[in-house]
């Protein structure tokens, strides 16, 4: 018989680990929504367009995205990431601007796996739609970093720069093409190169490093209006204290972008995969989807690669136990049934043993569940109406009133 396994790039992820990303998740919304934004919850897969409209020269649309035409004849694609269906969703509903979302959802793409990229990843991010105001570029960027700090991440770089408007950037893409026509860049962009430009600044192989370590700088090419904007985000950080590396390279992997982008790289991961998080203003992905001109600026990040950067710093380990109480029972399973509901029911995590197996191993369930305390219920104490209370940390046991124990263990645990 076949025995079926999470497909290739795909992973489970099991308790007590799961109790880690729940935390993480926890974190990251106790972040955003202290600065006004609210949870978004967004379909897993739009029509096609929606993500085409991201850059049909990225290789998120010409190469990863899952897409497929439904039982309906409908062109769909499952989400390759999370801007886009929050910019669909804020043009379709049009609620009152500046709208500031939060999400936390998976997202696909048809990529090699490997450490900290999956096929199926997920990702946690914010999005801001109806201001171009440069004070909430650097409230967003300044939410990025403080969910690193959050996490305990040190050695994390947050890489700034700009990729200016229509106003400035044509004339920049032309001077850029003429620098990489001499050039010897690598075999993919060495033929290709014209129709993305910027591609070749994000390229990670040798040759395209080598070849455009003295290319012109969109930043030294901006207009009168982006370069203020610029001037403006840098000065917010630094009057915040966060400190940033202006990386005129950085041009993230989707073509939406204008004005701010930003990374977060983590210095205790590999480089080729250290990015725990990015994004950028994009003015124009609203009025691509079908809306009127909104601009709008958000960032996203990758849970599994931010759990990889606190494991390499040793930081955010999971949460302790869920469990304060397990209720060992010798007495038939009918005591401990209502003693765990009514546990459970004052606010007190209560769990405990089935099947009528032996004290000893209700004791090793105990001691591996990492609760507190153990409550045991055998026919001796039913029958003197007490339960004994078993410190499992300590040692130390006592006899408790079976109407008090509620009480008692609250203020034991307090």
């Known amino acids: 018989m076949t025995e079926f396994r999470a497909p290739v790039g795909t992973r489970d992820v099991l308790p007590p680990e799961s109790a880690r990303w729940e935390r993480l998740v926890a974190v990251f919304a106790g972040t955003v929504e202290r600065a006004g934004y609210g949870l978004v919850l967004s379909p897993m897969f739009e029509d096609v367009g929606v993500f085409e409209r991201v850059g049909e020269g990225t290789d998120v649309v010409r190469k990863e995205m899952y897409d497929f035409e439904d039982k309906g004849g409908r062109r769909v694609a499952l989400r390759p990431e999370g801007t886009a269906s929050v910019v669909r969703a804020y043009v379709q509903h049009r609620p009152t601007p500046p709208f500031k979302a939060w999400y ?74 003429s620098f990489l026509a001499s050039a010897a860049l690598c075999d993919e962009h060495a033929g290709g190169y014209e129709q993305n430009p910027l591609r070749v600044l994000d390229c990670k192989r040798d040759a395209c490093r080598s070849a455009t370590e003295t290319a012109p700088r969109l930043v030294d090419n901006l207009c009168e209006a982006c370069a203020a904007h610029f001037a403006r985000v840098r000065s917010g950080l630094d009057t915040l204290g966060v400190p940033y590396t202006l990386q005129p390279r950085l041009v993230r992997g989707l073509d939406y972008y204008t004005r701010t982008t930003f990374e977060l790289a983590a210095g205790a ?129 006592e006899t408790v009133a079976r109407a008090d124990v509620v009480e008692h263990v609250r203020k034991l645990l307090s």
């Not at 001796?380 to 339960?387: K, P, R, S, W, Y």
């Open 104 to 177: 936390v959802a998976p997202n696909f793409r048809y990529e090699r796996p490997q450490a900290g990229r999956f096929r199926q990843h997920h990702q946690l991010g914010v999005e801001v739609l109806g201001t171009d105001d440069a004070d909430l570029d650097v409230e967003v960027v300044a939410l990025a970093w403080s969910v690193g700090a959050a996490l305990g991440l040190a050695q994390v770089t947050l890489l700034l720069n700009s990729l200016g408007d229509d106003a400035c950037r044509p004339a920049y893409l032309e001077l850029l093409k």
């Open 269 to 397: 991961l590999d480089s080729a995969q250290n990015a725990v998080g990015g994004g950028g203003r994009y003015d124009k992905l609203a009025e691509a989807l079908g809306g009127p001109a909104t601009p709008g600026i958000g960032f996203g990040m990758g849970i599994e690669r931010l759990l990889l950067a606190c494991d390499a710093e040793g930081v955010f380990p999971g949460p302790p136990s869920a469990v304060d109480v397990w209720v060992v029972d010798t007495a038939g399973g009918g005591a401990a049934l209502a003693l765990t509901h009514e546990l459970r029911a004052a606010g007190i995590s209560a769990d405990r043993s089935f099947d009528g197996r032996s004290m000893k191993s209700q004791f090793k369930s105990a001691d591996r569940s990492g609760a507190r305390v153990a409550l045991v219920v055998g026919n001796d104490e039913l029958a003197a109406g007490t339960m004994t209370l078993r410190d499992l940390r300590g040692g130390d046991q």
